[in-house]
């Protein structure tokens, strides 16, 4: 049943507030301030959202109200993920960045420098499975690069050898 | 073992552009394991390169009854926080120091958590030395390489070390120290020693692997 006075776009305005004054809000300034921008603001995108939740979920931890699965489209990746895997930005990454939005290219940004998805998931404030899975896909997608996972670290008596003298050095 | 991120599309077609792209440095881990407020952020912040940051994880376990929620046993999903650091060896190796909740209610997560780890600090307050029990049961099973690390509260030490060891009843050959958490120099020379006992590891590991 839909009624003349009720146009899909106002609908849509209705259901996403958070995205639309997340893009609003976002757009300029990302492109503007790079260089300070690196390290996105420490108040992740979904706090926007909070507002309309806040309420009902007082009580419950900081910054967690969003479910994972609206930033992963649905996605989940329980548990502690590729946490520890590393990701710059590729060479497509940081020419088109601008391509991406919303967590995507927050993420994205972190990896101006190398990052661990630990650290981007500290940075961000995200749960690990949310930047597992966003970072995974950006890395498909070619913006990031994942780098090279050891292969069996703990046989590897060179690489030992060079943790031992880099401790040494601290 | 050959981890997903080698797939083809991670090498994205070449570009002009971007000439800085140096590749990004591996990773390898260290777990520090203990109970809480035993000092695993104080010593991961220790050594670390960047003040300790914390992430968090939701897991997915099957409650025992052992949080308030009393005595139902049912699938539930916990977050999980972690606490973790870095040292940067060089440009294309980092090594990450993870801090965990090393308690039994925790175990459900240590098999992802240890995949890929080079080993262990169990860090233990010899005052509550079962918080490290389970922590212990897991890197033996595991066989990952672990030294226990007696934290040093306020300059006491309660109990001796062979005491401690005995009570862990923790193989001979894997030491039990003291450390101070606070301490950058003894954090140190806790790292070398985990170190030292993962090099003897791997060195057997090779042994063993030219002999059969």
């Given at each position: ?23 609003q ?7 503007a ?6 390290m ?6 979904h706090?926007v ?42 060479a ?7 391509e ?19 650290e981007i998931?500290?940075?961000?404030r995200?749960?690990?499975?949310v ?22 670290p ?14 040494h050095?601290? | ?16 552009n ?28 220790a ?11 939701a ?10 929620a ?6 539930t ?8 650091g870095?040292?940067?060896?060089d ?14 209610r925790?175990?459900f997560m240590?098999?992802?958590?240890t995949?890929?780890?080079?080993g262990?600090?169990v ?6 030395l ?6 212990i049961?897991?890197?033996e ?8 690390a ?6 006491g030490q ?29 954090v ?18 090779q042994?063993?692997?030219?002999a059969?």
């Amino acid at each position: 049943m839909s009624h003349p006075d009720e146009p899909d776009e106002v609908e849509e305005d209705f259901a996403r507030p958070f995205l639309t004054s997340v893009s609003q809000a976002d757009r300029p300034p990302m492109h503007a301030q790079r260089g300070t921008a690196t390290m996105p603001s420490r108040e992740p995108l979904h706090r926007v959202g909070d507002a309309d939740w806040d309420e009902e979920a007082q009580g419950s931890q900081d910054g967690e109200f969003i479910r994972p699965y609206l930033v992963t489209g649905g996605r989940v990746h329980e548990g502690l993920g590729d946490f520890s895997t590393v990701y710059a930005l590729s060479a497509k990454g940081r020419t088109q960045l601008k391509e991406l939005s919303f967590e995507s290219l927050q993420i994205a940004e972190l990896c101006h420098e190398a990052q661990s998805v630990a650290e981007i998931s500290a940075h961000l404030r995200l749960p690990l499975g949310v930047v597992t899975v966003l970072a995974r896909d950006l890395s498909h997608s070619g913006y990031l690069a994942a780098a090279s996972t050891a292969i069996d670290p703990a046989s590897d008596i060179t690489l030992i050898t060079r943790l031992i003298h880099a401790v040494h050095a601290l | 073992m050959l981890s997903t991120h080698s797939d083809p599309t991670r090498s994205p077609a070449p570009q002009g552009n971007g000439g800085s792209g140096r590749p990004a440095p591996v990773p390898v881990k260290i777990i520090v394991a203990g109970g809480f407020g035993v000092g695993k952020t104080t010593l991961v912040g220790a050594v670390s390169e960047i003040p300790p940051l914390t992430t968090e994880a939701a897991m997915t376990s099957v409650g025992k009854g052992v949080d308030d929620a009393g005595s139902v046993t049912s699938k539930t999903t916990t977050t999980v926080a972690m606490d973790f650091g870095r040292i940067t060896v060089d440009e294309s190796l980092r090594l990450y120091l993870f801090g965990t909740p090393g308690q039994d209610r925790f175990g459900f997560m240590w098999n992802e958590l240890t995949t890929g780890a080079l080993g262990a600090i169990v860090l233990a307050d010899s005052r509550r030395l079962d918080d490290s029990f389970a922590a212990i049961d897991f890197f033996e099973s595991r066989q990952l390489p672990f030294i226990v690390a007696v934290n040093t509260f306020d300059g006491g030490q309660f109990h001796s070390l062979d005491d401690v060891r005995a009570a862990l009843d923790v193989d001979a050959h894997i030491p039990v120290i003291h450390t101070d958490a606070r301490n950058r120099q003894v954090v140190k020379e806790t790292l070398l020693t985990l170190l030292d006992v993962v090099l003897k590891h791997a060195m057997a590991r090779q042994g063993n692997g030219q002999a059969g």
